[in-house]
């Protein structure tokens, strides 16, 4: 699993964008992947990454 920081959310979406060491880019995700109440930025977490076609998505993310 990667290790991040949740850079940006936008909660009126739902989704918002990691940052990590592991990716050049940021990780993004959706909150309909990660369940539970909406992140905050800072947050650390751990989750995996995907290939999708618009770039890294993140899954099973786990709050840390």
Known sequence: MANGKVDFFNDTGG??????????????FHMEDV???????GQELEFDVESSPKGPRATNVVRN
């Open 35 to 41: 369940g539970g109440p909406d992140l905050e930025e």
């Open 15 to 28: 989704y918002g964008f990691i940052s990590t060491e592991d990716e050049d880019d940021d990780v993004f």
